[in-house]
């Protein structure tokens, strides 16, 4: 193949984190991956920001998304996470609910559920706002079994009847189904413990940062 300057190379494909980059250490050139340069130690960054509102979790018992699309990835790659890695998440939108019906939200990476508020009782309320707080810590790495990850938060919202806010306060740590062997997908989910038009939640802002 004849050299070629960089603007005349072929364009490249969406990247996956395999691909390799020559890099020059201790002043010897050697190669790495993507993934080894986006999830270094210490590189503190953003991961993921939504575009757009999520598809509403309405009238419906079933456990459901409560993300949308946007730009950047919720995923990192097997073998992408380290011991000491800190990230930190977003979820803001909008909640309606009939008073004393209950609403859950969960937490997850590949499935394995990384936190779970339970059943929260909801007061009332009409087309407010709603907040949650997640903070992530890999206390290991490995394996399910080995891998251990810390996660807490809060999610809160306005009720109707005052402006106090209401919610719940979570934290727990997956030592035994979490995985950082493959490849772990960020999902966050909603379910009603009743199925009425008054019950509803959907997310207008979700960020994800790495923060150590």
Same mark, same amino acid.
């Given at each position: 193949?004849?050299?070629?300057?960089?603007?005349?190379?072929?364009?490249?494909?969406?990247?996956?984190?395999?691909?390799?980059?020559?890099?020059?250490?201790?002043?010897?050139?050697?190669?790495?991956?993507?993934?080894? $340069? /986006?999830? *270094?130690?210490?590189?503190?960054? &953003?991961?993921?920001?939504?575009?757009?509102? !999520? =598809?509403?979790? +309405?009238?419906?018992?079933?456990?459901?998304?409560?993300?949308?699309?946007?730009?950047?990835?919720?995923?990192?790659?097997?073998?992408?996470?380290?011991?000491?890695?800190?990230?930190?998440?977003?979820?803001?939108?909008?909640?309606?609910?009939?008073?004393?019906?209950?609403?859950?939200?969960?937490?997850?990476?590949?499935?394995?559920?990384?936190?779970?508020?339970?059943? $929260? /009782?909801? *007061?009332?309320?009409?087309?407010? &706002?709603?907040?949650?707080?997640?903070?992530? !810590? =890999?206390?290991? +790495?490995?394996?399910?079994?080995?891998?251990?990850?810390?996660?807490?938060?809060?999610?809160?919202?306005?009720?109707?009847?005052?402006?106090?806010?209401?919610?719940?306060?979570?934290?727990?740590?997956?030592?035994?189904?979490?995985?950082?062997?493959?490849?772990?997908?960020?999902?966050?989910?909603?379910?009603?413990?009743?199925?009425?038009?008054?019950?509803?939640?959907?997310?207008?802002?979700?960020?994800?940062?790495?923060?150590?």
């Amino acid at each position: 193949m004849p050299n070629l300057p960089i603007s005349q190379l072929p364009v490249a494909a969406p990247l996956t984190g395999s691909e390799l980059f020559a890099i020059v250490q201790g002043g010897i050139t050697k190669q790495t991956t993507l993934s080894s $340069i /986006t999830y *270094a130690p210490g590189n503190n960054y &953003g991961l993921f920001n939504q575009t757009g509102s !999520s =598809i509403p979790v +309405t009238n419906t018992i079933v456990e459901s998304n409560l993300l949308d699309g946007g730009v950047g990835t919720l995923t990192v790659p097997a073998n992408g996470f380290t011991t000491g890695d800190a990230y930190h998440a977003i979820v803001a939108g909008v909640v309606s609910a009939k008073n004393n019906d209950t609403l859950r939200i969960r937490i997850k990476a590949n499935g394995a559920v990384l936190a779970d508020t339970g059943a $929260i /009782t909801m *007061a009332g309320t009409t087309s407010k &706002g709603f907040k949650i707080d997640i903070y992530f !810590s =890999i206390h290991q +790495t490995g394996a399910a079994g080995v891998a251990d990850i810390a996660t807490s938060g809060v999610f809160m919202y306005t009720k109707n009847a005052s402006t106090d806010f209401q919610g719940v306060n979570f934290s727990t740590i997956n030592s035994t189904t979490f995985d950082t062997t493959v490849s772990n997908t960020l999902a966050v989910t909603a379910q009603w413990g009743a199925a009425d038009p008054l019950n509803s939640i959907y997310s207008e802002i979700f960020t994800l940062n790495k923060t150590y």
